[in-house]
């Protein structure tokens, strides 16, 4: 069985730094791309980041570019979210996901196979 498990959340103040992780377990990693999406009270979940299987290309959405950052670990079947400059904003439930085909770039949720179950941000200003 597939598990995306994220640590890293919690409560900081606009300007300041969080560093998301996700394990993933159960699957093989490395040939997937991988995916942070989020979710704020009310609106629809909407892509932040991904990283293809190898790490040699990245994307990100338009509101985060400049501020975060997608990296990966095969060796330890890990991504990671590091966000600088937080806005109030960013505030979300935040979720990693891995791509349902190999060697696929996947930004879309439709296109996730398995979600972790989220990890909250929360930015004051």
């Known amino acids: 069985q597939v598990q995306l498990v994220e640590s890293g959340g919690g409560s900081v103040q606009a300007g300041g730094s969080l560093r998301l992780s996700c394990a993933a377990s159960?699957?093989?990693?490395?040939?997937?791309?991988m995916d942070w999406f989020r979710q704020a009270p009310g609106k629809e979940r909407e892509f932040v980041a991904a990283?293809?299987?190898?790490?040699?290309?990245?994307y990100y959405a338009d509101s985060v570019k400049g501020r975060f950052t997608i990296s990966r670990d095969n060796a330890l079947n890990t991504v990671y979210l590091q966000m600088n400059s937080l806005k109030p904003e960013d505030t979300a439930v935040y979720y990693c996901?891995?791509?349902?085909?190999?060697?696929?770039?996947?930004?879309?949720?439709?296109?996730?196979?398995?979600w972790g179950k989220g990890s909250l941000v929360t930015v004051s200003s």
């Open positions: 996901a891995i791509a349902r085909e190999a060697w696929t770039i996947a930004t879309d949720t439709r296109a996730m196979a398995y």
């Open positions: 159960g699957r093989a990693f490395s040939p997937y791309t």
């Open positions: 990283i293809t299987w190898n790490g040699d290309r990245t």
